[in-house]
């Protein structure tokens, strides 16, 4: 049990102690994104919010989190924060606001969690004061970028960071995916059987072109067998 930071020898649930560690400037850097319908995007972008400026009130949230952090976190460490910023990119194209959060203290442990929680709570906000405009609204992709100060040094996400900024879920197959499986199987099944297509399998991107244009799933009517 020993091996475990956060768990004594006795198995009984402890805060890391960091009274040997020097303090460092640390920093956090993290990122996020609400998406929602191009209306709402719009009625954010334009202030015509009937509860308000939405990004302010969301900015004040994610600050005030930053400093809650420890009272939300179980076994986070209380830090005195020397700064908090919280900003947003509006991003029209894709209907999303990317939220982006960074914390700094001097002290004996690092400020990612900050920096994360007032990504979390800003991006939180900013569904509270819209969801009666529009519930589908989607808090995505919250992430940390960079993060340096502390024994562990410096850390940069390597991955692309605008594409890192919370690209929208991915969005469950659709009917024509699986239509290209049926085409397959029974394809396989007619081989098999001894029937021997007089075309070959289409392969994925010419099944994709068909099933695209049909308007029925009755596509053995384009095949001929011997």
Not at 52 to 57: A, M
Not at 114 to 143: F, H, N, P
Request: glycine share 4%; charged share 25%; with cysteine.
């Amino acid at each position: 049990m020993s091996s475990f930071t956060h768990i004594d020898e006795k198995g009984h649930v402890r805060m890391v102690d960091v009274t040997e560690k020097p303090p460092t400037v640390r920093v956090a850097v993290a990122v996020g994104a609400v998406f929602m319908k191009p209306e709402t995007f719009s009625m954010i972008r334009d202030q015509k919010v009937k509860k308000g400026n939405v990004l302010e009130t969301a900015r004040i949230a994610g600050i005030m989190a930053a400093k809650k952090t420890s009272e939300l976190i179980p076994m986070c460490h209380p830090l005195s924060l020397t700064h908090v910023q919280v900003d947003f990119e509006p991003d029209e194209k894709n209907s999303r606001i990317i939220i982006e959060a960074s914390a700094r203290t001097i002290d004996q442990t690092g400020v990612e969690m900050e920096a994360l929680t007032a990504v979390a709570v800003a991006a939180l906000t900013v569904y509270d004061m819209c969801k009666s405009y529009d519930r589908e609204m989607t808090v995505s992709g919250i992430q940390l970028l960079e993060k340096s100060g502390g024994k562990s040094g410096t850390y940069k996400r390597i991955s692309d960071q605008k594409n890192a900024k919370s690209d929208r879920p991915v969005k469950e197959k659709t009917n024509s995916h699986y239509l290209v499986i049926i085409v397959y199987a029974i394809t396989f099944a007619l081989l098999v059987s001894g029937c021997k297509p007089m075309v070959k399998p289409p392969t994925r991107e010419n099944a994709m072109e068909r099933v695209s244009s049909w308007s029925s799933p009755d596509f053995l009517d384009d095949m001929t067998y011997n």
